[in-house]
């Protein structure tokens, strides 16, 4: 892809809180993602973009804003980009989710990722051994890979009225995702979510699934 010119951007909205990237190490050209996922910043949190350092002072942001300009407050009438990853904001951020966010991550202190991952792969392992003792066979088809190195922090499971099931499930405290046709979707945040939640969260999908 480089040999032939092309940059490429890296979508990091289900990894970031969840598992290591090191775009630096791997030489990633742009990368955007969003903090309500495993950040834990809430509705409506921000976003964010990497840049390489060699790139900062000649990329194009498709969205420039008055808070991207070299001169916020110089009321000029032509734009002229900020110098540097500067030129990638856009407008006026919003103050209460950044605080919001601000408390979310304060949480992070002295931890690391190897550990955040390592806690990643064993909500979810055991997240799917419950489902597998509790739920009765033939309910529920796992689509989340076996592999560690081809999962994430979330857990697909397929089954029959999967909307409906999604319902009754947040009714009752365990707050996922449904995705049409017939796919429910957990997220495991790994320093807010406990081995009981995962426990508990098995055990109301079984009797869910049974009534």
């Not at 969840?18 to 809430?42: I, R």
């Not at 420039?64 to 916020?72: D, F, I, K, Q, R």
């Not at 806690?119 to 979810?124: G, I, P, R, V, W």
């Amino acid at each position: 892809m480089h040999a032939a010119g092309a940059l490429a951007v890296w979508d990091l909205c289900h990894t970031a809180g969840a598992l290591p990237v090191g775009l630096d190490e791997h030489g990633v050209d742009l990368a955007v993602g969003c903090t309500y996922k495993y950040l834990n910043g809430g509705p409506g949190s921000p976003a964010y973009l990497y840049v390489r350092r060699e790139l900062q002072d000649r990329f194009d942001s498709p969205l420039p804003g008055w808070n991207s300009h070299a001169e916020p407050f110089g009321m000029r009438p032509e734009f002229e980009a900020a110098d540097g990853v500067l030129r990638g904001r856009v407008g006026t951020p919003d103050i209460l989710s950044m605080l919001a966010l601000e408390a979310a991550l304060d949480v992070w202190d002295g931890v690391s990722m190897d550990a955040v991952r390592a806690k990643s792969l064993a909500l979810t392992d055991f997240f799917l051994r419950c489902v597998a003792a509790y739920v009765p066979k033939g309910l529920v088809e796992s689509l989340t890979p076996d592999a560690h190195a081809e999962r994430g922090s979330q857990v697909a499971l397929r089954c029959e009225g999967a909307g409906d099931v999604m319902k009754r499930l947040i009714e009752r405290g365990v707050v996922g995702d449904f995705r049409a046709p017939d796919v429910l979707r957990f997220g495991f945040t790994p320093l807010y979510v406990s081995f009981a939640d995962a426990e508990r969260a098995a055990r109301v999908l079984a009797e869910v699934l049974e009534s």
